[in-house]
């Protein structure tokens, strides 16, 4: 006879993650692993028994797409994941992996130039290799964790800071730093073209590093190249290219149609590039979030000049007079602020994560309201802040409201949060981000079936990522679960209110224990290292 079942959650509504429509059934938990049991449960045995009529119960939401990395190594709940459904989260993106890093004091000068997405916590930072920091991950967080390696990384130890164009013995260098990488676990490689020194990589060393990836069954997950060609379609056109020459999937990142674009051409021209490539053969997905607010760190605002040769080169620049000038001359022709130029000076730039003293006031300010509280001129206060707050945020209009459904509801796209979960005001989308879709889409605009959207937050990243054992409620498949109530799941977190918890989860369980009970943390952490098809086991 088996053993009780640890726990039985009955009398729900079962959405698998198949996209299939819901069932009712039993799911029972044995171990990590978990099982669904249809018809009369009352004579089963099971230590605890949950009650879930009227509620949903399906596989965890899986976050394709979060800034995490040192967050959760210091906020081992997780909370406002956790109150989503979230049971897995997915690091190392746009990028900006915190692994591998052969010297430690480039690790720090990483951080430190990264403090702005992903915070600056007091730790002690000594992992070196992919496998070091997924072991830092294993049995001590809430939830699960993946990860993919970065192109920075590797360009750093290969190349340093500098913008130079990688020679063969460069290429040689990341591209074995690459295969190690994979072989330590991680899920593929992704970058963030608009991040130096990452963003100095050309077309050509990106489709050798993806190469490696590839033979690893690794997918290329990237924050396009936005500045490139017409900023429309050409930088989407770009990491197409790289996945038909590399032959690796392709994951595009936080996809939606910009806010602020300079360019002419909607939503349905970026999805028919989408669309176009796959019925071509290229095996290409993406992901999106449900709000209109992006942000990220504040020296984005700033070019890429500046910020070329690493964090210790940049705040000696941000000083500099004659810099400053230049930069004076030049702040509205960079593409990261052009769109701001006199008819909209920074009013809708709010900042965040302020640390100097003499700046904390302004924590939620706009930059234009600070420049004109400080009586000085855009350009001297952008580097007074940068330098003195090296780790501030800002949060900014950006997928284009009108447009932004589309890239929801087509059925290529899963859900990512793309969330810098530090500061007082972060996007509204790091609290809210999977109850949106399930509340708002879902319930109230019914653009999405709750089987479709439940497909898009598991089985279909779990597929894109290689996590073959979760993603769906099926016999002996990993123990991620969510309970929630489909007539109440909401996200009440705002532009003005952004740290507000979501609402309607009342039971979340990770490798088969609740770290969600009845609405009340646990605070167990049965979160577990996920390393991807190519881990050398």
């Not at 009955?10 to 198949?18: F, K, M, T």
Request: proline share 6%.
């Amino acid at each position: 006879m088996n053993a009780p079942y640890q726990l039985l959650i009955h009398s729900g509504l079962v959405v698998d993650g198949s996209g299939n429509p819901g069932f009712q059934a039993a799911v029972g938990v044995r171990g990590d692993r978990v099982y669904v049991l249809r018809g009369d449960v009352s004579d089963v045995p099971a230590d605890r028994r949950i009650d879930a009529r009227g509620l949903v119960v399906a596989p965890g939401f899986i976050d394709a797409h979060s800034h995490s990395d040192l967050v959760l190594m210091v906020d081992r709940t997780l909370e406002m994941k956790v109150r989503q459904g979230v049971t897995t989260e997915i690091l190392g993106v746009d990028g900006l992996s915190y692994a591998p890093f052969d010297d430690p004091a480039d690790l720090v000068r990483f951080v430190r130039l990264n403090a702005g997405i992903a915070g600056h916590p007091d730790l002690d930072y000594s992992w070196r290799s992919v496998a070091d920091l997924l072991d830092r991950y294993d049995g001590n967080a809430s939830v699960n964790v993946g990860v993919f390696v970065g192109n920075t990384a590797p360009r750093i130890s290969a190349l340093g800071w500098s913008a130079a164009r990688a020679d063969a013995v460069a290429l040689d260098r990341m591209r074995g730093i690459v295969r190690d990488a994979m072989r330590d676990g991680a899920l593929g490689l992704s970058t963030g073209l608009d991040y130096p020194p990452g963003s100095h990589a050309d077309t050509d060393e990106l489709v050798e590093l993806a190469k490696e990836a590839a033979r690893f069954g690794g997918i290329y997950h990237t924050h396009v190249r936005y500045a490139l060609g017409d900023t429309y379609l050409d930088p989407f056109k770009e990491a197409l290219e790289i996945g038909r020459r590399a032959g690796l999937p392709v994951q595009l990142t936080h996809f939606s149609r910009s806010s602020r674009a300079t360019y002419v051409g909607g939503a349905q021209r970026m999805l028919d590039l989408v669309d176009d490539a796959r019925s071509d053969g290229l095996d290409v997905t993406f992901d999106t979030y449900p709000y209109e607010w992006g942000g990220t760190r504040l020296v984005r605002l700033l070019p890429g000049w500046l910020q070329a040769d690493g964090p210790d080169l940049l705040q000696e620049r941000l000083s500099d007079p004659a810099l400053r000038d230049r930069l004076r001359a030049e702040l509205h022709d960079s593409a990261a602020v052009r769109q701001y130029a006199a008819s909209r000076p920074f009013v809708d730039v709010r900042l965040g994560n302020l640390s100097d003293p003499a700046h904390l006031r302004f924590e939620g300010w706009n930059l234009a309201e600070v420049v004109t509280e400080l009586g000085g001129d855009l350009t001297g206060t952008l580097c007074d802040l940068s330098a003195a707050n090296p780790g501030a945020t800002f949060t900014r209009p950006s997928p284009q409201a009108m447009t932004l459904w589309k890239f929801v509801c087509h059925p290529l796209g899963m859900i990512a949060s793309d969330a810098v979960l530090i500061g007082a005001y972060p996007s509204p989308r790091a609290y809210g981000c999977f109850a949106r879709v399930l509340g708002d889409f879902v319930r109230e605009e019914r653009l999405l079936s709750l089987p479709e959207a439940i497909r898009k937050m598991t089985s279909f990243p779990a597929q894109r990522l290689g996590l073959s054992d979760r993603g769906l409620l099926r016999d002996g498949m990993k123990a991620d679960l969510v309970v929630f109530d489909p007539k109440t799941v909401n996200a009440p977190a705002s532009y003005e209110r952004p740290r507000e918890l979501a609402q309607g989860v009342s039971y979340v369980a990770v490798n088969g224990r609740l770290v969600l009970d009845g609405g009340v943390l646990t605070g167990a952490t049965p979160g577990r290292a996920l390393r991807g098809p190519g881990a050398v086991r």
